[in-house]
């Protein structure tokens, strides 16, 4: 498959080239001279709908785009990625979460550890022996399972999470806890975790008795003295883990039979995401867009803004999700990029961002784009979602708003456990295709080891 | 005094060119030629210490900045800010936060509300009529209040926030309420805010009884039936206001002895801005590094990292702070500049981001500045900032982490509401320096508006 430099292909030159005539380009002109265009530039798959009328591109953009997409072999990656061939190739392992979600086509093992997470959630959540679970993980075994229970959570069980070695996450956690009505998940892949072990110790001091494990060394997580150990696969990253066994705390806090649906809304964008052509495909068009944008109008940061407060925590799973596997220089030949790779991914939940930076967005230097997350089912969210957008691409006529500042708008029709399994599967694929059109491994993640090294030296006195 | 454009000051063009010198220049080679860079570039004001040793700066650079504030009239402008002159010109206000936390010299009207709000809060706190305390604001009458109260809160009372239109945020904040026992607080400057008016007419019809506002508009918080009205200021700023009646909310959270403490560690922040000079004003410093790294270094974003628990609102809070003040591209004489202002403020809580987005910090492609939050009473937190902070600046032998990535340690002996109050108020004279550096008005916030015009537009059927 195709390793060289996106800077080889054909259609980069040609993007750069076309980058030049669209510096000036009004959105407000853009919208004038085609009255089609707020039809055009909306894609449909899934159940979602994606608006990027608002995004500073022709026809022609999107053309060369998708021909940078095929020359990178976006295809034959996809299938690769789809199929579980090793393509996180420094680690040399599969990327293969969407076999976690693929219903009866799921391997064994995965629908054997849905039948066991099936039978602990209505067993936890029908008996009263536990009224707290508390989830200790950090990153991948953190942000997922915390979005979903934030997002979907009943008032069945109260459900929370600690990540921070600080001891006092752990501390807001426990807060009008009793020990013996407290069930511990501790999340970790090699259960050395350094905050989840010690939030692990730390809820032993306490007088915890009951933990569970999600773990795949059960060796440690044996010792430990969990109870029941449900495992991880070496073939599912961190960020990517929510679907799995990792996703028990989530499950806990909205019912097994709302992660089903959740799974299955990223199966239909898997699905989607399989077998649409690039210039109907939301992922491969929410990627390039965003290439678009970073690598060609220089663009630095994107932002995320669900107007939903039960999508509050979304912008914070998508900065590991998008950052960890795409904030990287060196590409998978070893080679130091040339061009700008993933870029700052930052945002907050409107209506209350409006009060806070939207000044930037509309009146700063720098030009923020926007995915502005719309759910269809409450008007005034909405039309304030609308009006920013509107605002940012068209400006006002005095100038003092200049306009063309580029926004897309991602449609969900409600707010359930599928549209948010549909989301979360369409920013996954998006931030892959990213990784193929920049040549990068999306799938590990060498930046973080350093500072491991580092802290514990400094912890043992070294420096 | 002084509305020219900075770049018609001498030290510009000296910085412009002397930025280039620091293009290829390496942190490990600026520690390793001068032992005494770890010392020299710290300063300490106000209990706090600021070292900002591992930014890509050096004695001259400090100097050239320092003389760009002079030339600025940074001086002059202070006195002005801290004497209550109308610096905000376009709406022709002062900015005079400063007097809500001065002591005995602050006006009678704040020394009066002050004294309201002591006999509220102990009365409230101590009588066990309410149990829940929620403050309906948006924006400044939100963020302020939220992260205090997050932050030093005790469980005296449960106090909750609701700052968004979306009936889900309200919903979580009355969750285990009843009527009889909640007391709602309505913050609004004009008490007309979309936000903030519709939570309280759904926390009426919830069958809440008991309101008090802080608002400017007094008639309209008497016929909403507010049995206490505090009040707003037009020379306070909300973004500046936790200071004032706005931090009612907080106030009850973590006990009005908490509050004055808060109010005399921003004070005694205040002092030390008044009188060191540039080169050891730990605002100013803070704000020239920001300028050196925004204008002349080309950096996008700036990334502020506390590790602590108790701190994870603070970037939050800092967006609104910094972005709403200074993402701005028209200065006080309404020209627009040619330089970049306010860069995109983004972080989260340490240690969790380092499972999250720390890999971009250390590998990315571009080149973020960070702020570390150090709370010096925790070992393990303090071991992993310093590892972080060190691993960006110094990298790896094999060039894997290429290192020379800029970053400022802020030192707090511990976490606490006099130290919370000093952090936050040197940020606020951060901004104001960096306002007066690029020629803008950092008290108003034109952005806005244009948002609300279309949203209520689109509302009434108009497009």
Redesign the interface.
Known sequence: MNTTSPVDCKSWPQLQHHAESWREARLKDLFANDVARSIQFVAEGAGLRYDYSRQLMGAITLRLLANLATERGLPEWRDALLSGEPINSSEKRAAWHTALRAGKDSPPEVLQTLDRMKGLVSRIRSEKKFKRVVNLG???S??GPRLLADALGD?TLDVRFA????P??LG?AL?GAEPQSTLFIVVSKTFTT??TM?NAAAARRWGAKAFYAVASNVEEAKKFGASEILPMWDWVG?RFSVWSAVGLAAACAIGFEKFEQFLAGGRELDLHFASAGIEKNLPALMALIGVWNTSFLGR??HAVLP????LRLLP?YL??LE??S?????DRAGNE?T????????G?????S?????????????V?PCDFIDIAS????S??L???A??LAFG?EDG???GSRPSSIVFLEKLDARNLGRLLALYEHKVFVQGIIWNLNSFD????E??????K???SGGK
């Open positions: 950090t990153g991948g953190d942000l008032s990540a921070s070695v600080d006092h996450d807001r807060e350094q905050e010690a961190g630095a940061t107007y939903s407060n039960a914070a900065q590991q950052m960890e795409n904030g990287k220089r060196v990029v061009y700008s790779t993933g870029p700052v991914l930052w907050a939940e409107g209506t209350p409006q009060h806070s930076f939207h000044q930037l967005l509309h009146q700063g230097t720098g923020v409450n008007d005034v969210l039309a304030n609308r009006a920013q509107d605002a006002s003092q708003y200049p993640q060498p930046g973080v350093l500072g491991k090294v580092l802290a030296k400094i912890l």
